[in-house]
């Protein structure tokens, strides 16, 4: 077939996309991604580059432009859903492809993959990443100015597809149930592909990591604000993308620790579970306040398995199946500094060093050679099914 995945991000640091376009070609079929740039650094599959979103100025006035009216009248998001060059360039070009299938990749492709359908009798996979009309329902602007543009394009599309991923359990349910959908959405969890695992045992300083965006509402400044009460031989890294004036607030607001916090660029997405094995535990912090959060399965989890890090995780029902039926990590009791600091003066490096043997050997269940199989099987089925 001839395959279209479209996503209207920078195409970079985008793991997942990345992965499932390998896979699909491996498999024989025809693969063109649709994304922004920046693009990686190695060549990649056909890629379609689109138009850049611009400045954050610019960002922010078109968000306004294009989302707020839909908070007064919702019907509005699918006719300014298209005042955007990048989506009517990513539209001129999908249609010119003509693909068989399109894998719309967040509720933003999937107009575009209707479009294609309507065009050309494309049938549709909408893998939903995140649950989206929740996404930064913790942000008063964002359920102000763009919730409702989101949720409009998500229930006015979501049911054209013919078939929809999610990343967990929770939200397969979540969205089954949020619209009514016949069938329960397939779940491909966001896993790395298998690595050979390589354990090291913690040495004298204990090296904590958070790898990912660095941005707000990831539990960054509270994780900072942890550090003055952990014991003395242990240091902290932040590594990844950072977003606006975000990365320096976080820099400041570090600044009286000292070497005991860094802070490092993002590395391409097959470098970093590379990367991250000089760690010994690898942190992520998410609130309980929204479905979105409650039922997060990130793929920063599973890059700290491969790893072999042992897991210090907020306590959320997906996370705590695998932390607990793996016994690779511990989870906090509540989304506090005191709460992590707690936690971390209890560990000894023979606990720490049993976790990151557990997280190696769940690691050979949990990876992308597993979830694939699976997505291959959904690719063909829906490929098999008729155009309209």
Not at 25 to 41: D, N, T
Not at 80 to 108: F, G, H, K
Not at 264 to 277: G, M, S
Request: charge should be positive; aromatic fraction near 6%.
């Amino acid at each position: 077939m001839k395959i279209a995945l479209v996503c209207i991000g920078p195409l970079r640091h985008d793991s997942r996309v990345l992965r499932h376009a390998e896979l699909l070609s491996q498999a024989g079929h025809a693969v063109r991604i649709f994304a922004q740039a920046p693009l990686p650094e190695t060549p990649v599959n056909d890629v379609a580059p689109l138009p850049g979103p611009g400045s954050n100025l610019r960002i922010r006035l078109g968000l306004v432009g294009r989302h707020a009216p839909a908070s007064l009248w919702p019907a509005s998001a699918s006719l300014l859903y298209w005042a955007s060059l990048t989506r009517l360039a990513a539209r001129r070009q999908l249609l010119d492809y003509r693909p068989d299938l399109v894998i719309a990749n967040d509720w933003r492709a999937l107009p575009l993959a209707s479009a294609a359908k309507r065009a050309c009798n494309a049938r549709i996979i909408y893998d939903s990443h995140e649950f989206a009309t929740e996404e930064f329902a913790d942000s008063k602007p964002w359920r102000l100015l763009a919730q409702q543009h989101v949720a409009w394009i998500e229930n006015r599309f979501i049911r054209e597809a013919d078939a929809v991923i999610a990343v967990s359990s929770g939200l397969s349910e979540a969205l089954a149930e949020r619209y009514a959908l016949p069938v329960k959405p397939d779940v491909i969890a966001n896993m790395p592909r298998k690595q050979p695992g390589v354990f090291r045992q913690t040495g004298s300083t204990t090296h904590v990591l958070y790898h990912g965006v660095v941005a707000p509402r990831r539990g960054l400044e509270t994780l900072i604000d942890s550090v003055h009460a952990w014991p003395a031989q242990y240091r902290l890294t932040i590594r990844g993308e950072s977003a606006g004036d975000f990365r320096e607030a976080l820099v400041n607001r570090a600044a009286a620790l000292g070497d005991r916090v860094r802070f490092e660029p993002a590395v391409p997405p097959h470098r970093v579970v590379e990367a991250a094995r000089d760690a010994d535990i690898g942190i992520f912090l998410l609130s309980n306040s929204t479905i979105h959060a409650r039922f997060a399965l990130p793929n920063k989890l599973f890059e700290y398995l491969a790893a072999g890090l042992m897991v210090v995780s907020s306590d959320l029902p997906e996370i705590r199946k695998i932390i607990e039926g793996t016994a690779c990590g511990a989870l906090l009791v509540a989304f506090s500094a005191d709460a992590i600091a707690e936690l971390l003066n209890t560990l000894t490096p023979e606990q720490i060093d049993q976790c990151k043997r557990n997280s190696l050997r769940a690691a050979e269940a949990f990876n992308f050679e597993t979830e694939g199989k699976r997505l291959l099987d959904i690719v063909e089925r829906t490929g098999r099914k008729a155009p309209l």
